[in-house]
């Protein structure tokens, strides 16, 4: 054998033992359980093998790696660098325990993103021989008066001193982790009282009692509320049902108090159907959903407070908020909320949902198409496998169905959609969603969603719907009403690419040039793949193709070739 084969051949050796030694790594169930870590540490590995190792960054490793947006700041975002440092804690738990009788071990060394291949032990036991104790000259002893007494001790306290600081450093780490696991396992979402003000007469008392009923069975069906049986602690609403004080006045009042905050708020004056009717059931849902749908009484109060994204529930105020708008498309915070989310917790369907939904919105801003499947991949198998085990939680089955729309399988999506359905798990909001969609999947039955969605709204219906109010008039042709959606979009959305695009399709459309280029320039800029063609841009849309024909259609007067 040639030097130059043998090299060859030594350097195979090297790469067939890195990668067993990287599959034996993520087969470890606290991998398997951090899609994050399992995509950094198989990054890092595939970089190093490339030759790439030392030059990888924190930038390089939060956008290549993690799938951070082009404009990631490293220096104000501290993403990467906590979780590679997570990943050397994980990496050192799996030597120490299951993985202690490897020979071999991944490290990846402080100050570096380099993964090297070393003897497993030796990143924690090799020590220097020069810091060893050794034992004084053959004939001096130790003794009081003795320099080398006091040289020895004053060793042995800096070694004291040093461990005990180290120590220290580490708890401080190990509680910080600690804390942050707490944090987003902790459940902070509100938790719902609803009782009944005494009334006058027994009737009258049956009737509040018939109706608290209805909304407890409306409220269950929310994943973002728990329902308290008595007053408690945790209780953080209150919703307050009573008769109206008149003798000829039959009605209720619907009051609902947020304990936190020591604020009570009107919600509506009522007159009651009969009880148990399929009219009190609808009027129950009707105001469940105005106090705590997305865009409801109680979450407009808590997004209204402010505050970063940083517990399970401001985490999804930000979900929510962005859905009812853009999707949260190019929305960072909500990218490494729900990450974090779904790392510390990845059992909850919360979680989950949300963590499958910025999958999905990874998907439309990667450049390269491996990088979209895989993470339209990641998310429907995450997704299809919490449905198993969450099969009526309508965040799950929602994001579901919008991971199979942008695969191109309409069977699938429609499978899911039907399950939402049959289980009598939409509102408004999930209908509007729904419908938009369906929509973007080229059937027309989606506008019908839309216009149930908002007819049934009781308060300002998103603008997010109109969207799909635009595409299903964009698919027949018909400027007048696009023009109509359009204006309603605007109205509620001044600032997201996707109401830049409708500004740009509809301007070009109707003979508007100037302003179709600025609208379509705009919204290119607010996506990650601006350096492609018009055509990529578009093609890259969460569209069945026929409505990418039609759309790109409507752009061809300012679209480049």
């Known amino acids: 054998m040639t030097e130059r084969e043998f090299e060859a051949d030594e350097s195979l050796r090297q790469t067939e033992l890195f990668r067993a030694e990287l599959e034996a790594v993520l087969a470890d169930p606290a991998f398997a359980r951090s899609p994050a870590l399992s995509r950094l540490i198989r990054y890092l590995v595939e970089a190093s093998l490339s030759g790439?190792?030392?030059?990888?960054?924190?930038?390089?490793?939060?956008?290549?790696?993690?799938?951070?947006?082009?404009?990631?700041?490293?220096?104000?975002?501290?993403?990467?660098?906590?979780?590679?440092?997570?990943?050397?804690?994980?990496?050192?738990?799996?030597?120490?325990?299951?993985?202690?009788?490897?020979?071999?071990?991944l490290d990846v060394p402080q100050g570096s993103y380099e993964v090297t291949l070393i003897a497993n032990g030796t990143a924690i036991d090799a020590r220097p021989a020069s810091q060893t104790e050794r034992l004084p000259a053959e004939g001096i002893r130790p003794t009081w008066g003795n320099w080398r007494y006091w040289r020895k001790?004053?060793?042995?306290?800096?070694?004291?001193?040093?461990?005990?600081?180290?120590?220290?450093?580490?708890?401080?780490?190990?509680?910080?982790?600690?804390?942050?696991?707490d944090k987003w396992q902790t459940w902070d979402f509100p938790v719902l009282l609803i009782e009944t003000v005494p009334a006058a007469n027994p009737a009258q008392q049956a009737r509040l009692n018939a109706f608290a009923d209805d909304l407890r069975g409306a409220m269950a069906q929310y994943e973002i509320v728990s329902l308290a049986d008595a007053p408690a602690a945790k209780v953080t609403h209150k919703v307050r049902i009573s008769s109206v004080s008149t003798p000829?006045?039959?009605?209720?009042?619907?009051?609902?108090?947020?304990?936190r905050e020591n604020r009570q708020t009107v919600v509506d004056r009522l007159d009651l159907p009969a009880p148990a009717s399929p009219a009190a059931t609808e009027l129950a849902r009707r105001e469940a959903f105005?106090?705590?749908?997305?865009?409801?009484?109680?979450?407009?109060?808590?997004?209204?407070?402010?505050?970063?994204?940083?517990?399970?529930?401001?985490?999804?105020?930000?979900?929510?908020?962005?859905?009812?708008?853009?999707?949260?498309?190019r929305d960072d915070q909500l990218k490494t909320c729900a990450t974090a989310w779904y790392e510390q917790a990845p059992q909850d369907a919360m979680a989950i949902s949300l963590y499958g939904w910025v999958l999905a919105n990874e998907a439309?801003?990667?450049?390269?198409?491996?990088?979209?499947?895989?993470?339209?991949?990641?998310?429907?198998?995450?997704?299809?496998?919490?449905?198993?085990?969450?099969p009526r939680s309508r965040h799950i089955l929602l994001a579901l169905a919008r991971v199979h729309g942008q695969r191109g399988d309409v069977a699938a999506m429609r499978q899911v959609l039907a399950r939402l359905r049959a289980g009598d798990l939409l509102?408004?909001?999930?209908?509007?969603?729904?419908?938009?969609?369906?929509?973007?999947?080229?059937?027309?039955?989606?506008?019908?969603?839309?216009?149930?969605?908002?007819?049934r709204h009781p308060l300002?219906?998103?603008?997010?719907?109109?969207?799909?109010?635009?595409?299903?008039?964009?698919?027949?042709?018909d400027v007048a009403a696009a023009g109509r959606a359009l204006a309603v979009i605007s109205a509620g959305d001044q600032t997201s690419a996707w109401s830049d695009l409708a500004r740009a399709a509809?301007?070009?459309?109707?003979?508007?040039?100037?302003?179709?280029?600025?609208?379509?320039?705009?919204?290119?800029?607010?996506?990650?793949?601006?350096?492609?063609?018009?055509?990529?841009?578009?093609?890259?849309?969460?569209?069945?193709?026929?409505?990418?024909?039609?759309?790109?259609?409507?752009?061809?007067?300012?679209?480049?070739?």
């Open 506 to 561: 509809y301007y070009a459309r109707t003979g508007q040039l100037d302003r179709a280029r600025a609208n379509w320039e705009h919204s290119k800029s607010k996506r990650s793949i601006t350096t492609w063609d018009d055509n990529f841009l578009i093609d890259r849309m969460p569209a069945a193709p026929p409505v990418k024909q039609r759309m790109r259609d409507w752009l061809k007067p300012i679209l480049t070739d």
């Open 427 to 455: 509102n408004p909001d999930f209908t509007g969603a729904v419908g938009v969609l369906v929509t973007l999947g080229g059937d027309p039955e989606g506008e019908r969603l839309i216009d149930e969605a908002v007819a």
């Open 153 to 181: 001790w004053r060793n042995v306290a800096a070694l004291a001193l040093t461990a005990m600081v180290v120590g220290v450093l580490v708890g401080m780490w190990l509680y910080r982790g600690d804390t942050t696991a």
């Open 248 to 259: 000829d006045d039959d009605g209720i009042n619907l009051e609902l108090v947020d304990l």
């Open 364 to 390: 439309i801003v990667r450049p390269l198409e491996s990088q979209r499947n895989a993470a339209l991949e990641d998310a429907a198998r995450i997704l299809e496998a919490a449905k198993v085990t969450n």
């Open 290 to 329: 105005k106090m705590f749908g997305f865009s409801g009484i109680a979450h407009a109060d808590a997004r209204a407070r402010g505050g970063e994204p940083d517990t399970p529930y401001r985490c999804w105020l930000r979900f929510s908020s962005a859905l009812m708008v853009s999707g949260g498309l």
């Open 460 to 477: 300002t219906p998103p603008p997010r719907y109109y969207l799909g109010k635009f595409i299903a008039a964009m698919m027949r042709d």
């Open 52 to 105: 790439d190792g030392e030059r990888l960054k924190s930038y390089t490793v939060a956008v290549e790696g993690l799938g951070r947006s082009p404009d990631f700041d490293p220096q104000v975002n501290t993403y990467a660098r906590v979780l590679v440092a997570r990943l050397r804690r994980r990496l050192d738990d799996f030597y120490r325990e299951d993985g202690a009788d490897r020979p071999m071990r």
